[in-house]
């Protein structure tokens, strides 16, 4: 079992739309989570980090499920801009330690 | 700060030549991070490094890889001999390793081994 899993997409949608992406991860003693973005031919940049209680930014809302150890990502209201892989990462434990990256969730928004 | 700077951006070489990445990190970062990314297997870390050491060179796929960070400024990944399964973008990345463990990329060299 892959320490990270994700849905591979693509996940197409309209502007507009809303859509939510889930990940996975195997090791319960993770200690931090992330959601990264990454653009055609381009570096994994971060979105957001994932806090237990939830976090928000704008459109985008990072959820925490410790008991079934899954990550969730919500845009809402999604633009064009919004295209690009979304990378799950999870920190097992320690400062800066190994951050481990799922495959990524390619969303293509359309018009 | 130019963020973390990765030579060459682009290489293509013959199967069974050495291949030498180089990476420059973010001042003062103290965890350095090599990473590949391929289509199937999106990105894997290969090694990293905590104030030049490799703390953890687990993923590196075989002997053919080879990582050094001589000092805080500069590591290297060296590939010998390269064979067309090492195909890849090859990423460094730097993290400060204090508070928030964000790891900051460089763009990442694109090797073709052919």
Redesign the interface.
Known sequence: RKEVEQDPGPFNVPEGATVAFNCTYSNSASQSFFWYRQDCRKEPKLLMSVYSSGNEDGRFTAQLNRASQYISLLIRDSKLSDSATYLCVVNGGGTASKLTFGTGTRLQVTL | DAGVIQSPRHEVTEMGQEVTLRCKPISGH??L?W?RQTMM???E?LI?F?NNVPI?DSGMPEDRFSAKMPNASFSTLKIQPSEPRDSAVY?CAS????G????F????TRLTVV
């Open positions: 103290d965890y991070f990473y297997r999106g990105l870390l990293y905590n953890d990423f993290s400060p390793g204090t928030g463990p964000e790891a990329f460089g763009q990442g």
